[in-house]
């Protein structure tokens, strides 16, 4: 059965930083590059960051490029995204989910930005 659990929102304020995590199991982790996708109140979900398998290559959306970084551990089953110089429009709920499976998704973490 395909599990993801993500884990590491919460409350900080614009300028912050906080790094959430992301924990599969049920799949063979490795083979498959992992993504974070975010949904802002009112908002379409978006992609955010994608990591290859391998975690050799990662690619981001514009909104934050630079500020966002995401990485992981094939030996813990984990993918992570470090977000800095967080903004009031960063708030959102944020998901994982292994690309190309389906049945991936998690039930989010809330990230609020908000002085």
């Known amino acids: 059965q395909v599990q993801v659990a993500e884990s590491g929102g919460g409350l900080v304020q614009p300028g912050g930083s906080l790094r959430l995590s992301c924990s599969a199991s049920g799949f063979t982790f490795s083979n498959y590059a992992m993504s974070w996708y975010r949904q802002g109140p009112g908002k379409e979900r978006e992609l955010v960051a994608v990591?290859?398998?391998?975690?050799?290559?990662?690619h981001y959306a514009d909104s934050v490029k630079g500020r966002f970084t995401i990485s992981r551990d094939n030996a813990k089953n984990t993918v992570y995204l470090e977000m800095n110089r967080l903004k009031p429009e960063d708030t959102a709920v944020y998901y994982c989910?292994?690309?190309?499976?389906?049945?991936?998704w998690g039930q989010g973490t809330q990230v609020t930005v908000s002085a």
């Open positions: 989910k292994a690309m190309g499976l389906p049945s991936s």
């Open positions: 990591i290859t398998s391998t975690g050799a290559g990662t």
